[in-house]
């Protein structure tokens, strides 16, 4: 006992203070990495479902930019499969799939719509993007409620299941 408490007077109370200094350092480091390891890496081959939690929205159709990344590492871009919606200048680059809703309608419903977490399945690559259908976590399917407000029309190029036939109000 004589024998330690002669140490810790060697020590002092500097000592100690700097050593309690380094201790939460390394801790702090320690918590900061594994911080850092929050974002998911997401498998968006085509046939795989993968989250997307919302972090903006561009127009109508997407893309949806979401926080996960894809296994490259590449933050995930959807597209909303099987509908087209005007840009957000307004434009409708296929006039024969161009809806009365202008393009800030179109962003406006789908930023409402597309909140928090979403639920995605992925129909494969569209230049950057994921082309894929998603539900918000009320079973929402995002194509099909764009097409009910009339803020987008069907594409039929790619919904050629039809799964989206039946989201088109009567009177469109």
Known sequence: ???????????????????????AAMLFILVSALGDTGTAAVDTSAGRQFPCSVQSVYDGDGP?????????????????????????????RYPDLCPEASGEAAKAELTRLAVGRLECTSYGPS??????????????????????????VRWPEYDPEGRLVSCIPPNR
């Open 64 to 92: 949806i930019n979401c926080t996960e990344v894809d296994l490259e590492g590449k933050q995930v871009r959807v597209r909303l499969r099987g509908i087209e919606a005007r840009e957000v200048d307004n434009a409708c």
């Open 127 to 152: 230049y950057s993007n994921v082309n894929a259908s998603c539900r918000t976590a009320t079973g929402t399917d995002l194509s099909c409620e764009m097409l009910r407000t009339g803020t987008a």
């Open 1 to 23: 006992m004589e024998k330690m408490g002669g140490r810790l007077g060697r020590i002092g109370l500097g000592g100690i203070a700097i050593g309690l200094i380094i201790l």
